[in-house]
């Protein structure tokens, strides 16, 4: 029996619960701040993603920062000034049929955006709730397409290799052709009884769509045909509980030369070769939250907020950082010398990367940090859950 969205909400709250309670109060660390990262600019963008769980997260391209809100509204601001350069209201697609629109309007939760936001081929591209993936021109924010999929769409697209794939909440894959949003493939992969909702992102390389499955799994495609390579268990779920059993992998997977490194919820931290799945190492880290990598240094913030640097090429730890720990984070950045964590409190965590000591604390919007803030070699931009987008900078 397939879980229904009000069942793996709930699945998702115990999963917090578990994942933040404490009968003691949680304090922050002390943190003297030694640096002094600049606000450039801030805007609004609709009225973010509320309460929901989402896989929205801005994208930097080029000169143009882009992001969504839940409802339905989509924009491309100036990286640099944060002008705004084009606004879209998936609500107002003239390419939906009058049943189509009617749904729509009757919907308290309207677009329900939530995947997204990729790009490639000229356009940018996210889902929805709802079963939408659309393309629109990444220079003028004008349609390109809109696809009806066979479930919800909770994260970003993955773009390349002359396709546009898409994890769906059921824990299948689809291809579409980047053009017009065609169905080229489609792979299905059943998702057990319960997982904590969380889906993660597919990754294209080296001709390959590297996926994680809700039961613990990570597998490759290949890309031209939607055909398994292979799929291997990173987690086998163990206890006598349901909640205890869940071993979801919702990290995204990273690939590095020819390595895959991915992560599961009550699992192990793997590094795969990725033409043939042949383990090379494997660390007792587990994890939910995306993970980052710069150089031979993979950054990760476990299950219950520990925070660690471990060396890619053979899983040996470099250091590790508690002070957060049983705080509700996100994943981490890497962003110049520093890894960037936000918290569900509003708060921006700044640490050395080459040592895990805290080097600034930041608080913005109380409504929380929900996704990992997003970089390029100059700029840090974050987003909290009432849709403040701010664009940071540091010498």
């Excluded at 000034?81 to 390419?95: P, Q, S, Y």
């Excluded at 969380?198 to 939607?226: F, H, Q």
């Excluded at 240094?297 to 957060?324: C, F, H, K, M, P």
């Amino acid at each position: 029996m397939k879980l229904s969205i009000k069942n793996a909400a709930i699945a998702l709250i115990a999963f917090s619960l578990v994942a933040c309670s404490s009968k003691e109060k949680l304090v922050l660390p002390d943190v003297q701040n030694t640096i002094s990262p600049k606000k450039v600019w801030d805007i609004q963008v609709g009225n973010g993603v509320k309460h929901y769980e989402s896989g929205l997260k801005p994208l930097l391209f080029n000169d143009k920062v882009y992001m969504a809100s839940r409802e339905g509204i989509v924009l491309a601001a100036d990286i640099k000034n944060g002008k705004r350069l084009w606004t879209f209201d998936l609500r107002k697609d003239d390419t939906l049929s009058t049943w189509e629109r009617l749904r729509q309007n009757w919907s308290s939760e309207n677009a329900r955006i939530a995947g997204g936001i990729s790009q490639g081929y000229g356009n940018i591209y996210f889902g929805t709730e709802n079963g939408d993936v659309v393309a629109l021109n990444a220079e003028t924010g004008t349609l390109v397409w809109r696809s009806q999929v066979p479930g919800e769409v909770l994260t970003s697209p993955a773009v390349g290799d002359g396709f546009v794939v898409v994890k769906l909440g059921t824990g299948g894959l689809i291809a579409l052709n980047p053009d017009n949003g065609e169905e080229r493939w489609i792979f299905e992969n059943e998702q057990p009884p319960l997982t904590i909702r969380g889906v993660s992102e597919p990754v294209i390389d080296s001709g390959g769509v590297v996926y994680g499955t809700a039961n613990g799994r990570v597998g490759v495609l290949v890309v031209d045909r939607g055909f398994q390579a292979w799929e291997e268990a990173i987690a086998t779920p163990k206890g006598s509980t349901d909640l205890s059993r869940l071993v979801d992998v919702d990290a995204k997977p990273i690939v590095v030369a020819g390595t895959i490194y991915s992560i599961a919820f009550n699992g192990e931290l793997f590094a795969l070769d990725l033409r043939s799945g042949q383990q090379l190492w494997k660390r007792d880290y587990a994890s939910f939250r995306n993970m980052a990598v710069s150089g031979t240094v993979l950054y990760l913030v476990d299950s219950v907020g520990r925070i660690y640097a471990v060396d890619r090429r053979n899983g040996t730890e470099l250091w590790s950082q508690t002070g957060l720990h049983k705080h509700f984070l996100t994943g981490p950045t890497v962003y110049k010398d520093y890894l960037v964590i936000g918290d569900n409190k509003g708060n921006l965590h700044w640490l050395d990367r080459s040592t895990g000591d805290f080097v600034a604390r930041q608080r913005f919007d109380s409504s929380g940090f929900y996704r990992e803030a997003v970089a390029n070699s100059d700029y840090l931009v974050i987003t909290t859950r009432d849709g403040e987008l701010t664009l940071l900078q540091t010498p």
